[in-house]
C-alpha cells in the first residue's frame, strides 16, 4: 500500500502566497506523473499542474505564471508554490501520485486526503 500525505494549505489573504507539500510513503517501486487537483464547492475536481518523472510540467490556464509545481524524487515528494492568491482559487487541494508498487509491480493512481486553501480578506 501507498499512502500521500498532504499538508501546507490554510487561510491566506488575496495576493498571499502558499506552498503545498505532498509526501508518498509505502510500498514503492517508482513513482512516475505528479500532480496536484483541486475542487471548489459545487465543482468537479480539475486539474491544476502536472510534472512527469523527468520534470516536465504543465499547468492549468488560470494558474500559468502564479504557480510553480516541482519534485523530488529522493523523498517521493511533489509541491505546488502558489504565489498571487485569488479568491477563487479557494479549493480543496488533493495531490495524486502515479505508483508502480514495490511487492506487487501493480501500477495505480493514487490520491491524497486534501488539503483546503482559502482565499479570503
Known amino acids: 500500500q501507498v499512502q500521500l500525505v498532504e499538508s501546507g494549505g490554510g487561510l491566506v489573504q488575496p495576493g498571499g502566497s502558499l506552498r503545498l507539500s505532498c509526501a508518498a510513503s509505502?510500498?514503492?517501486?517508482?513513482?512516475?506523473?505528479m500532480g496536484w487537483y483541486c475542487q471548489a464547492p459545487g465543482k468537479q475536481r480539475e486539474v491544476v499542474a502536472t510534472?512527469?518523472?523527468?520534470?516536465?510540467?504543465n499547468y492549468a490556464d488560470s494558474v500559468k505564471g502564479r504557480f510553480t509545481i516541482s519534485r523530488d524524487n529522493a523523498k517521493n515528494t511533489v509541491y505546488l508554490q502558489m504565489n498571487s492568491l485569488k479568491p477563487e482559487d479557494t479549493a480543496v487541494y488533493y495531490c495524486k501520485s502515479d505508483v508502480r508498487e514495490l511487492m506487487t509491480m501493480v501500477r495505480r493512481d493514487y490520491w491524497g486526503q486534501g488539503t483546503q486553501v482559502t482565499v479570503s480578506s
Open positions: 510534472i512527469t518523472i523527468d520534470g516536465s510540467t
Open positions: 509505502g510500498s514503492i517501486f517508482n513513482i512516475y506523473a
